[in-house]
């Protein structure tokens, strides 16, 4: 998932992309998913892709939930299922065009820029780990936190869960997955709900 910051998918400090076509003339595109708005998501994916020589012949946005739980509360399922039900019809815009091979900027919610940067500032200071804690005494020691860090940025030892980076994407996939909603945010995430797609199965074994 993009956001309006550049620290996801393909902006992470860490991850280099290698990209090669056997085509001449390829049709890229870039999709974005967003809660709030997508900021800048597809110009960066676009600039991203430019700089290697692949620039975009599209670009799209997709609103779906939000799971950045600080800023949002995931309780009202029925709002989530509708946010999900247009997302789909937009998904299948999207594939229309691109079956299409469709050129333009065809994104929504955009940022300007100036905003954008300010907002990137924001989100440095936001995604610092010791912002992160987990209750013992709810913690099973399942161990799901660590397997899906997409930063690997988490070690369980028994019920005890520790962040071993100071800084990771904060993409809440810990918040979010714990069965027990041990792990919180500033200890303040807990009445907040949790968010996974209804079309991801998570497994409780690792």
Known sequence: RSTLFPYTTLFRSNQRLEIRSADPDPYVYCIATYGHSSGCA??????????????????????????????????????????????????????????????????????????????HKQYDKARTTDHLSSDEGKCIGCRRCEKFCPEQAIKVDGKTVTWTKDRCVMCFGCVNRCPTNAIQYDGETGSRGQYVHPGVKLSMSV
């Open 42 to 119: 597809s110009l960066y994916e676009d600039l991203y892709l430019s700089d290697r020589g692949f620039p975009a012949a599209a670009r799209f946005t997709v609103r779906m939930p939000g799971n950045f739980l600080p800023d949002h509360d995931v309780n009202d399922k029925a709002g989530i299922a509708r946010i999900n039900d247009a997302a789909d019809k937009v998904i299948d815009g999207i594939i229309e065009r691109i079956s299409s091979r469709a050129h333009g900027d065809f994104s929504n919610s955009r940022m300007p820029m100036f905003l954008a940067k300010r907002a």
